[in-house]
């Protein structure tokens, strides 16, 4: 499958800027977030231009409006990950609070002290410290699937752990640092069978590959808008309808109550009952356009063409001598490539890149135990999305080569 | 790239003259940048006139950071502890000739807030050292 990706740059304006004179950009951090399409900008443009309103309650045209506008959003969140419903569908600020929702409102409902919950050593912070939190506050047990040296988790450890019965299997779908995709299904299925419920952090899979609720049987699932083309400041909580509706609400205020009475309330229903205030209408109305745009493009083309793209990078970085690149080959990862360079600290390299318009990111990326299970502070990482390019890999390598000759 | 990596910055991450760790020591601190996980040391030794006598930094880092330090331990040796005390972010840039923005700056101020802490004799090394 391919991609004309001379067209797809065209719909994103802001390659049409140089980092500095002369100097075009070349983007290679969409895994911090990617890029947004003209479709997504005007989208919410015209959303504040005709229709901005607050949502619900009003009975006023433009209030009419901007609530199937929100409303219709989730409709297409919906059929894009295929939730059976799309009162499924719980709009948050991002997936860290996705993840913070289940573990204030399901966990602290349902876990007590001594309860497992089972992480892994690849988890972004955001899949680390709210069960530290809930550690500190209930006394629950955290145990961690280990990582492999070549970057894949142990599933036979896995297998180990399930034996101490978990309540609860909360991982990652695709490591912002190594790339692995993990094998969701099967991770689980295993989980299931050891009675635990299961939640996917599908910040990083949901951009990039197609993902199906339904066929993962995942319990819940979080992702962000800002990651796969969308505006900033809004994200998702997929949960199985059983246990959202179980659920007490998370947030209070207005919009999350069906009758409050001076001392008391009744939550509303789902997905209200988790969405309390004003929410981020004009941020979902984007949101809606950004799926819109990928599924116009086509996810499985999405994955087929960075496929192609991670396994030509990954040959040209290995190749450069003092390269060091973390996780496993092309066939079991998406589209990011970090790596060390000799001892040139990756700020350095950042820096220097960024000197020729080439924007990757340096640091721990949010994932501080997995950099220290490699022993080293920090890595430099290239990511790759669907307007990504070979000329840019190799932009990217020469750049490399310059910075091994000014530290050299 | 030359404006931000200057020969300076270079000679002195590469070929650093004040490395190391002073033993005995009268101060010491330590820090992080927990960005991106650089780390200073900084050991002095005074005389009786609250004098810098000598001092060292040890740690590693991005080469802002490592030659930031470099720089700045040169510049102290010699002075009363209490003009170590005014330095400010100003004598860092100077030195170092570049402008940075908010995210290396912290790179390049990490020695000095290590540094005052230690002078200062605090517990913990604050940002509101260096602003
Ligand atoms: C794997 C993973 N999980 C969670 C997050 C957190 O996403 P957000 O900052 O949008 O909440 C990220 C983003 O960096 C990520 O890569």
């Not at chain 1, 993840?99 to 089972?118: M, P, Q, T």
Request: charged residues 25%; aromatic residues 8%; negative net charge.
């Amino acid at each position: 499958m391919s991609l004309d990706v001379g067209s797809i740059r065209k719909q994103f304006p802001i390659f049409q800027r140089e980092t500095s004179p002369g100097v075009p950009l070349i983007y290679l951090d969409s895994t911090a977030t990617s890029q947004k399409p003209i479709a997504v900008i005007e989208a919410m443009n015209e959303y504040y231009r005709r229709s901005n309103a607050n949502i619900h309650r009003g009975v006023h045209t433009l209030a009419e409006e901007a609530t199937a506008m929100y409303e219709g959003a989730r409709e297409k969140i919906a059929k894009f990950i295929n939730a059976p419903s799309a009162k499924q569908v719980i709009y948050t600020r991002n997936t860290t609070e996705s993840i913070n929702l289940v573990a204030y409102s399901w966990a602290r409902a349902n876990l007590k002290a001594g309860d497992l919950v089972i992480l892994t050593e690849m988890e972004h912070h955001s899949n680390l410290v709210p069960w530290h939190m809930l550690q500190a506050e209930r006394g629950i047990e955290l145990e961690f699937i280990p990582v492999t040296e070549d970057g894949l988790l142990d599933l036979s450890a896995y297998k180990t752990l399930l034996n101490r019965t978990p309540k609860l299997v909360s991982f990652t779908h695709m490591s912002n640092v190594l790339g692995t995709i993990n094998p969701a299904g099967e991770i689980i299925r295993l989980a299931h069978e050891a009675g635990a419920m299961t939640l996917v952090d599908a910040a990083q899979s949901v951009p990039h590959l197609k993902v199906d609720v339904q066929a993962l049987d995942v319990d819940f699932l979080a992702f962000s808008a800002h990651k796969m083309c969308g505006p900033t400041g809004i994200g998702v909580l997929y949960g199985k309808k059983d246990l959202l509706e179980a659920m007490p609400p998370f947030l209070g205020g207005g919009d999350m109550i069906k009758e409050v009475k001076l001392r008391s309330f009744r939550a509303n229903s789902l997905p209200h009952k988790f969405e309390a205030g004003t929410p981020a209408i004009a941020e979902a109305v984007g949101f809606g356009a950004a799926v819109d745009y990928l599924s116009s493009v086509g996810m499985d083309a999405i994955s087929a063409y960075e496929h192609e793209l991670t396994e030509y990078a990954l040959e040209r970085l290995i190749e450069i001598p003092g390269v060091r690149l973390f996780g496993p080959d092309a066939e079991k990862k998406g589209g990011v490539a970090s790596f060390v360079l000799d001892s040139v600290h990756p700020h350095d390299v950042a820096q220097i890149l960024d000197k020729g318009g080439i924007a990757i990111r340096a640091g721990h990326h949010c994932a501080q135990p997995l950099h220290e299970k490699f022993g080293i502070p920090a890595t430099s990482r290239a990511s790759f999305y669907l307007y990504n390019t070979k000329e840019e890999v190799d932009l990217l390598v020469n750049g490399i080569y310059k910075v091994k000759e000014l530290f050299g | 790239m030359d404006d931000l990596y200057r020969e300076v910055i270079i000679e002195h991450y590469k070929n650093p003259g004040y490395r190391g760790h002073l033993d005995p020591h009268d101060i010491q601190f330590e820090d992080n940048n927990p960005l991106c996980g650089d780390h200073i040391e900084i050991t002095i030794q005074t005389d009786e006139n609250e004098k810098v006598a000598d001092a060292r930094f040890d740690g590693h880092g991005c080469a802002i950071s490592q030659a930031s330090a470099d720089l700045l331990i040169e510049s102290i040796i010699g002075k009363p502890l209490d003009e170590v005390k005014q330095l400010n972010k100003d004598h860092i840039l100077e030195m170092l000739g570049i402008e940075l923005g908010p995210v290396r700056l912290k790179c390049a101020l990490l020695s000095l807030k290590v540094l005052k802490a230690g002078v200062y004799g605090l517990g913990e090394a604050s940002d509101d050292l260096v602003e």
